[in-house]
């Protein structure tokens, strides 16, 4: 079967610094892939190839077959692909229900509603007329995650939907990732916690500078060797 | 100098009337900003351009407010190529670009005009309505053109306001405002969207280019001028705030007539100290929205 996603021998460049070198990856559909690796190693970088919002300088990426590098990220996301990006990126001047619908501007059909957004996350209807920036951390992870789902994506990749919240919401995120795979969207999520892409991911692909140091399904990866594609040692 | 109350009441309803005018010039260079943070400088001419459209229409005997039909979609459909083709084209690449080539197309706007209908000032007769007014009192009375612009103006902002909270389109300019690469994320073409925001400008400025050539004379290089009240209407009133908008043209409408009422040649200078005052105590005008990014 054709993969979902295939990366092929990708490089990409911000101005004269390489920052990916012969990246190449594989998704299977309804696969859930997890990329880790340390600050700088590329990881958004590559998640910025795929998604269209930085394309490759060399290489091929492959969705369903068909080759989309150089394509836009909005046209992309017509083609079922979208991004959570890193950091939230909620639009300040639009309350939580704008946001979201922001989502559904491309308006693909799918399972994925305002109402269904909003019996993933209760919170969310509670504080619709909320300003989307008003909201906590985590909240505001809910916004960008339920915003993208709007898009009715066959492809969402998540860029460090972790990053900088509690513990406990964390757990309250991933748990929605895994109702997402379950639904069958492929997902391809960045992540700094190793031990968490390594519990919530089918096959893990390790960044290192730029390069990829190790992958495998993450049972068959021993911690040594991932600590040393991780650190570089 | 002593006045009764109908004429303080007349001077303050002539400035803001006049105010509404000036609204119409500040809201298209307003929206341009807010969507794409383009400093249109060409944006006067094109008010000054628009009323020599309705000039042509108006030679073969359509009045010129019925004239607006026709010349708010032409300019609209001129907004659209401009920013696709060449406005685009400059952003992203730091302040400059954009201020040079709207810069040139003024100049280019300019000259065109004096070449198609020489340097001579001309005017939009409007007919009766021109000289019609509406009596409050025997010492008060309202000009129906200024009312009339004052009510459009009004309109104008209502419709941009359903259009931006109301609409689908609307939603996403106001994201592409905020953060267009993440707009384009979720599926938002920015560049499209800064093409409609022209047209949408354009068209706000051909109403304004109009209601300025009925109320008075207009030449070839008169669009400098207008270009300067768009920009104190929206300093005055703020970035991006549709509704400030609406309070800098007041503001400003008020300055200029009751400087005027002190003494005549005072007329543009109390406009001027105005937004000299604003820009000196409140730097982002008194409503402003938009967002630094």
Known sequence: MTPVLSVQQIDSHYGQLQALFGIGIEVEKGQTVAI??????????????????????????????????????FALVKQGIVMVPEGRRIFPSLTVEE????????ERRGAWTLDAIYDLFPILKERRKNGGTDMSGGQQQMIAIGRALLSNP??????????????????????????????????????????RGLREADYVYCLLEGRISLEGTPDALDKEAISNAYFGV | MAFGLEGILN???????????YVLYGTGLSLIFGVMRLVNLAHGDFIVLAAYLALLLVGFGVNPLVSIVAVAPLMFVIGLPLQRFILNRTLGKGIMPPLLITF????????????????DTQGLDA???????????????????????????????????????????????????????????????????????????????AIA???????????????????????????????????????????LGLAQTIGAQINPTYFQLAGH?????????????LFAVTRDR
């Open chain 1, 36 to 73: 880790i690796g340390a600050n700088g190693a590329g990881k958004s970088t590559l998640m910025k190839a795929i998604s269209g919002v930085h394309p490759p300088t060399r290489g091929t990426i492959l969705y369903r077959g068909t080759p989309i590098a150089g394509k836009s990220a």
């Open chain 1, 99 to 106: 946001n979201l619908m922001v989502g559904a501007y491309s």
């Open chain 1, 154 to 195: 066959e492809l969402i990749l998540m860029d460090e939907v972790s990053l900088g919240l509690a513990p406990i919401i964390v757990n309250e995120i991933y748990d929605v990732v895994r109702k997402i795979a379950a639904m069958g969207t492929t997902i391809v999520l960045v992540e700094q916690d190793v031990s």
């Open chain 2, 11 to 21: 001077i303050l309803i002539q400035g803001v009337l006049l105010g509404g005018l």
């Open chain 2, 104 to 119: 040139g197309i003024s100049i280019i706007i300019q000259n065109a005009l004096q070449l198609q209908f020489s340097a």
């Open chain 2, 127 to 205: 007919g009766a309505l021109e000289t019609a007014s509406l009596t409050l009192s025997d010492g008060l009375s309202i000009g129906l053109m200024p009312l009339l612009t004052f009510v459009i103006a009004i309109g104008v902002l209502v419709a941009l306001q359903v259009f931006f909270n109301r609409t689908k389109l609307g939603r996403a300019f106001r994201a592409t405002s905020d953060d267009p690469e993440t707009a384009e994320m979720m599926g938002i073409n920015s560049r499209q969207i800064y093409a409609i925001a022209m047209g949408i400008s354009l068209a706000i400025v």
């Open chain 2, 209 to 251: 280019g109009i209601l300025l050539g009925v109320r008075t004379t207009f030449a070839p290089t008169a669009g400098p001028a207008r270009l300067l009240i768009a920009f104190e209407t929206v300093i005055i009133g703020g970035l991006g705030s549709i509704w400030g908008t609406l309070a800098g043209g007041i503001i």
């Open chain 2, 273 to 285: 100290l105005i937004t000299l005052l604003v820009l000196v105590f409140r730097p982002t005008g």
